[in-house]
């Protein structure tokens, strides 16, 4: 395997970032500095090294998605010492990792796997997986919020794609509704919200692309379907 699709095979980085820690003499194979390009390894006899960590490689890929409740940080390892997701997935024995995050406060699909050029993929903006949340808000929407809901608005000095936003129900002091957006920055439904002067009360992801939540217990994770496999790493 080259050494750039191992990196990335292990999450170290994408292939075109690997060529640059590659390039940039960050990458030791068997002890010895490994700057050329095209080196070969086998990954079952050679020891990689990245910053001087070594590279673990796992033959087994796994696929899972989580539903993760609030309260939960998005992280390998969080220097407070809040609850991770990572506590919740104590029964997979292979190093995984998050797809993405979902935020403290936020619920919904969290897709996992150890698959790293997989992660780097999905995570790259040019994608632009559409993902949908369920979310409550305090108050009403009138047509004007929805409208600049929908067609765009600069959040952080940028211009969100346009989403879309679907009525489910008006209850006396909030409504529900369905936002589809496109991207995925930092915190982007809050802020959109935040925008129009509403407060979200609860936020909930429920779909990545096709794959769906679905019925999965808050807390609870399942392996992904071979289908759901296939369709994610058919992504272009
Ligand atoms: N948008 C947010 O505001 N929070 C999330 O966790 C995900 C999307």
Request: overall charge positive; aromatic content about 6%.
């Amino acid at each position: 395997m080259r050494l750039n699709k191992f990196l990335a095979r292990c999450g170290v980085a994408s292939r075109r970032s690997s060529d640059l820690l590659i390039n940039n003499g960050k990458v030791t194979v068997n002890g010895k500095l490994a700057n050329a390009m095209g080196i070969i390894i086998n990954p079952d006899k050679d020891i990689v090294t990245c910053n001087g960590v070594v590279v673990e490689f796992a033959q087994d890929i796994v696929y899972y998605m989580l539903n993760k409740p609030k309260g939960y940080v998005t992280t390998v390892t969080d220097p407070y010492n809040r609850p991770t997701v990572m506590q919740l997935l104590s029964g997979i024995n292979l190093r995984v990792f998050p797809i993405g995050r979902l935020d403290f406060a936020t619920e919904g699909l969290l897709l996992i796997t150890n698959d790293g050029d997989l992660t780097n993929k999905l995570t790259h903006p040019s994608h632009n997986i559409q993902k949908i949340y369920q979310v409550t808000v305090t108050g009403t929407l009138n047509e004007n919020n929805i409208k600049e809901l929908e067609s765009g608005m600069v959040i952080d000095g940028y211009k969100t794609a346009p989403a879309s936003v679907e009525i489910i129900t008006q209850l006396e002091n909030s409504i529900d509704v369905n936002v589809k957006i496109h991207e995925g920055r930092n915190r982007q439904v809050r802020k959109m919200f935040e925008q129009i002067g509403k407060e979200i009360t609860h936020l909930k992801r429920v779909q990545i692309g096709e794959i769906k939540l679905g019925k999965l217990k808050r807390g609870e994770y399942r392996a992904l379907t071979k289908d759901e496999i296939n369709y994610l790493k058919n992504i272009k």
